[in-house]
């Protein structure tokens, strides 16, 4: 158990939907990093925040976005969803930076969305 | 920029053989190198990492690293492999430069332990 904890851990949808996904980062770090996970494009950074401002944007497309609130956990929202949305969705939270170990990223057990 | 190439998407061997899952990497920094594994519906565990310390990491559940600069390389290896290793194996890098720590996945590479 890492430590971070994912909510829910499957999500059934169909397509046209929103829906949010809930990430809460390990005791004290203050970094949350969003993955997706999906057969073709393999495992994908989406969007980093650390102590609630956006700090980096990987491949994360206009119909999803983020935040992060000041008790650190953060959210994930997707909206009009299609099916190839349909993934494993990670958060991974890291230690704060000046800490040694401030690279090491600790993952959730992941959601599953399947978009129909 | 950086990037990790796992050189094979799938590994097979008999249980109580070494196990070898073999990864480059390229960056232009002294980079951190990290080891994930997958098991079946389940999230991403930290196996190893590697900062510059030593060459040779430890990780869990007898798996090792060793790191070679000249080989731009981070190959895993495990003496003896147990049924339970079976799983996705992902190497990983991490920028070390700047506030955003993101990492680059390789593609994994499937390890099947046969009894």
């Known amino acids: 158990d890492s430590g971070v904890t994912q909510t829910p851990k499957h999500l059934i949808t169909a397509t046209g939907q929103r829906v949010t996904l809930r990430c809460s980062p390990r005791?004290?770090?203050?970094?949350v990093y969003w993955y997706q996970q999906s057969l073709d494009q393999g495992l994908q950074f989406l969007i980093q925040?650390?102590?609630?401002?956006?700090?980096a944007k990987g491949n994360i497309l206009e119909r999803f976005s983020a935040q992060q609130f000041p008790d650190l956990h953060s959210e994930l929202n997707l909206s009009s969803l299609e099916l190839g949305d349909s993934a494993l969705y990670f958060c991974?939270?890291?230690?704060?930076?000046?800490?040694?170990?401030?690279?090491?990223?600790?993952f959730g057990p992941g959601t599953r969305l399947t978009v129909l | 920029a950086q990037s990790v190439t796992q050189l094979d998407s799938h590994v097979s061997v008999s249980e109580g053989t070494p196990v070898l899952l073999r990864c480059n990497y390229s960056s232009s920094y002294s980079p951190s190198l990290f080891w994930y594994v997958q098991h079946p519906n389940k999230g991403l565990q930290l196996l190893l990492k590697y900062t510059s310390a030593a060459t040779l990491v430890k990780g869990i559940n007898g798996f090792e690293a060793e790191f070679k600069k000249s080989e731009t390389s981070f190959h895993l290896t495990k003496p003896s492999a147990h049924m339970s290793d079976a799983a996705e194996y992902f190497c990983?890098?991490?920028?070390?430069?700047?506030?955003?720590?993101?990492?680059?996945f390789g593609s994994g590479t499937q390890l099947t332990v046969l009894p």
């Open positions: 991974a939270s890291s230690p704060p930076l000046g800490t040694a170990s401030t690279d090491t990223q600790y």
């Open positions: 925040y650390y102590n609630g401002e956006e700090r």
């Open positions: 005791s004290g770090d203050l970094s």
């Open positions: 990983v890098v991490s920028d070390p430069t700047g506030s955003a720590r993101q990492l680059t």
